[in-house]
């Protein structure tokens, strides 16, 4: 190749023309999986968020107009839909704080070696595969004084005079969805914090061991700063699903009885679904959203934090 073959080569390659092809090619085969997202995510989202600004109401048939902010001058004077919110941050931090508890302390015990300890891993992640659906309605019979056990054992306990349904009870009524959710979530917490405490180097425990630490101080220094950072994010993912998870209420309790045990995504479930009002139902939602972006960009700040003294 000539000298003056190789300067047009590099002029060739050094034109703004090939060094745009070369800046756009990531993004070129990006592109059908950002369309596709765009396309099933963000225009129904987009086509709800206008909703909220809309009279969209199934049974009137001339419904369908602007109506601007109305739908949230009538959602601040909702005595319901504040019943609702109070039961969700209910419902949603003891669910969290016991499933993340509980999931804790089986992924301290699964990440022991012991005989059988695949099997019994394989026992525990299972109400993990079953669904929602299905886990609302064996629980609804477990707390059935007819059919379920659990009111014959709180009898048994002390803790009740006679068998009856807590889920008919306005005062209890949330505790039956609250359990259910539990025992569904535990295996979540446990998986996530089983992969996290298996990747904590050993010898950091052995030299900790070796300086006369104890099993709770390890546990204090050790443990829970490697698993801050997981601990953050994965009470941030749970805390966002079960805020917005309203299958096992709406299975047992149907938010009932007395609204006591209807949160604000049932709440959005019985409104475009039942009333059939998708532009007031599209205005809960779009406050629902706001409320989970600040918690959410709080936890991620958070972790940043935690991130940056690790």
Request: no cysteine; hydrophobic share 55%.
């Amino acid at each position: 190749m000539t000298a003056s073959s190789s300067t047009a080569a590099a002029r060739r390659r050094r034109s703004p023309r090939n060094r745009f092809g070369a800046m756009a090619e990531p993004y070129l085969y990006s592109a059908p999986a950002v369309i596709l997202v765009a396309t099933v995510m963000l225009v129904p989202l987009v086509i709800g968020m206008t909703y909220a600004f809309r009279d969209i109401r199934l049974l009137n048939p001339f419904s369908g107009g602007f109506v601007g902010l109305a739908n949230f001058q009538k959602l601040a004077s909702d005595a319901d839909f504040f019943l609702a919110l109070k039961n969700t941050v209910f419902w949603t931090a003891t669910s969290v704080f016991f499933q993340f508890t509980l999931g804790l302390i089986l992924a301290l015990l699964l990440n022991r070696p012991f005989v059988g300890r695949g099997i019994v891993q394989a026992l525990v992640f299972l109400p993990w595969a079953v669904p929602s659906f299905l886990s609302g309605l064996d629980w609804a019979w477990l707390f059935n004084p007819v059919v379920g056990p659990i009111p014959h054992w709180l009898v048994a306990l002390g803790l009740m005079a006679e068998p009856v349904n807590i889920l008919s009870d306005p005062d209890h009524a949330m505790w039956g969805p609250i359990v259910a959710n539990v025992w569904w979530g535990i295996p979540f917490f446990a998986i996530t914090m089983l992969a996290a405490l298996q990747s904590i180097p050993r010898d950091i425990y052995e030299a900790a061991a070796i300086d006369g630490a104890g099993a709770i101080e390890r546990f204090r220094s050790i443990t829970l700063p490697f698993l801050a950072p997981t601990i953050a994010i994965a009470v941030l993912l749970r805390t966002v699903w079960i805020a917005n998870f309203a299958d096992l209420i709406v299975v047992m309790t149907k938010g009932g009885p007395a609204d006591q045990t209807q949160i604000v995504a049932s709440y959005i479930f019985t409104t475009a679904f039942r009333r059939l009002d998708f532009g007031y139902a599209s205005a809960i939602a779009m406050v629902l959203l706001v409320l989970l972006m600040i918690y959410s960009l709080l936890i991620v700040i958070l972790r940043q934090t935690l991130l940056a003294r690790s």
